[in-house]
């Protein structure tokens, strides 16, 4: 099947657990300098919502999560301890902050170059499994934060693979242990037994 860009309305949904959910299996695309690069989602960790405290946006509107409050369908891509460019999907209607975290991704494009840039051998899942990782073998930079993803340098795409709910494994989100009641939110979804999910302590 073709390969469709998913227009905005997927992204507009309020709800961004059935958002991340639905990202599973697609395919996620970058056009940059050294040419194209896809790899199919196989993890996605959602965020938002006045209890979830694990939101960037939990506080309300800053600087950093100034992007989670624009229109759905565009990317938040911050740093996550100063070294680690994050790619996150804006959902929710404009100016309720909301966006899933891509956690793993697995090659289907412009492999050798996603190899390379991580300096790992071909096929070594530690190339794109992971948050920084998957951005670092990807080539997503800062400056593309707020880009959109429709019609911008980073596109997400459907080539009609679906992910059965059996399939699905859903955990609590990694690094929020801070976050109170959300802690235990299971919003983390990957496919089960998947090499290209990230490794985490849970």
Known sequence: MKRKVLPRSFYERENPVEVALDLLGKILRVDGRAGRCAARIVEAEAY???KDRASH???????RNESMFGS???AY???CYGIHRMFNVVTAPKDVPAAVLIRGVEPVEGAEVMARRRQLAHGDPRISAGPGALTAAMGIRMDWDRSDLVRGPIRIEDDGMRVAS???LQ???VGVNYAGPAAKFRWRF???KN???SPSRT
């Open 195 to 197: 090499p290209w999910v």
């Open 57 to 63: 946006a939990w506080r309300g509107r800053t600087a």
């Open 48 to 50: 938002g919502g006045p």
């Open 171 to 173: 955990r609590p989100r």
């Open 77 to 79: 891509v911050y740093l």
């Open 166 to 168: 059996s399939q699905i």
């Open 72 to 74: 759905p369908g565009t």
């Open 190 to 192: 990957s496919i089960r």
